[in-house]
């Protein structure tokens, strides 16, 4: 059973940083693309970032550019989202997911992942 845990979450100011955290469990990490998305109140939910394999190509939402990171630690079983210069925009519940195919390469598409978390709430007070 794949399993996907998040944390790192929680309230932070206007220009704070977080680092959310995923880790997977029931699947060969190394080889499936992740990705993050996040779904703010009322909102659907949106694309932030993706990271290939071996952490070698990533991908950022404009919306996030230059403010955050995405990396993985494929020993670990683990991605992060590294988070900063954050925004009250930013305030939304933050997923982690497995693509769906093993060796695809990264994506934004969240058609394409198949395995979610159940998410970890990030809140930014002005």
């Known amino acids: 059973q794949v399993q996907l845990v998040e944390s790192g979450g929680g309230l932070v100011q206007t220009g704070g940083s977080l680092r959310l955290s995923c880790v997977v469990s029931?699947?060969?990490?190394?080889?499936?693309?992740m990705g993050w998305f996040r779904q703010g109140p009322g909102k659907e939910r949106e694309f932030v970032a993706a990271i290939n394999r071996n952490g070698g190509t990533t991908y950022d939402a404009n919306s996030v550019k230059g403010r955050s990171t995405i990396s993985r630690d494929n020993a670990k079983n683990t991605v992060y989202l590294q988070m900063n210069s954050l925004k009250p925009e930013d305030t939304a519940i933050y997923f982690c997911?497995?693509?769906?195919?093993?060796?695809?390469?990264?994506?934004?598409?969240?058609?394409?992942?198949?395995?979610w978390g159940q998410g970890t709430q990030v809140s930014v007070s002005p």
């Open positions: 029931g699947r060969t990490f190394s080889n499936y693309a």
């Open positions: 997911a497995t693509r769906g195919k093993a060796y695809y390469s990264a994506s934004s598409n969240r058609d394409e992942y198949d395995y």
